[in-house]
């Protein structure tokens, strides 16, 4: 039946798991992404900026809530593929297996009639 089958390609899907995780080592788009805190404006101005400040240290929170859930849905994915890899792999093998045990414990009288015309060979005819 036509769109009954899954071809997935397991080398392509262990790659892209790796790929993902492996941006995950690199360092972030910006050190602010990873700072506690924005410092108060210098030279004595924190009662001028200090509004400017506390909006930059909530922008902060947020961008770093934002990246780390980013980075987990990044793991996340990476998993599922990594997972989904394997499972294509284990079905392929156990389909694999279910062929070759019906092909060994195949019993002779269990085999299909050979059609008389194959039985001898026709070369040169």
């Known amino acids: 039946m036509s769109g009954d089958e899954i071809n997935g390609d397991t080398d392509a899907m262990r790659e892209f798991a790796s790929r993902i995780m492996g941006s995950l080592d690199q360092p972030p788009v910006s050190n602010i992404s990873r700072i506690d805190s ?9 009662s001028l900026c200090i509004d400017l400040t506390g909006a930059e240290n909530e922008t902060i929170r947020q961008l770093q809530t934002f ?31 279910e062929i070759l045990n019906a092909f060994v414990s195949q019993r002779p009288e269990d085999l299909p009639v050979v059609d008389p015309r194959l039985v001898t060979p026709h070369s040169g005819r």
């Open 38 to 46: 924005s410092t108060a404006c210098p030279g004595g101005l924190d």
């Open 67 to 97: 990246i780390t859930q980013a980075e987990q849905g990044f793991a996340a994915y990476s998993a599922f593929v990594r997972q989904t890899a394997a499972n294509y792999l284990r079905a392929d093998e156990t389909a694999r297996q």
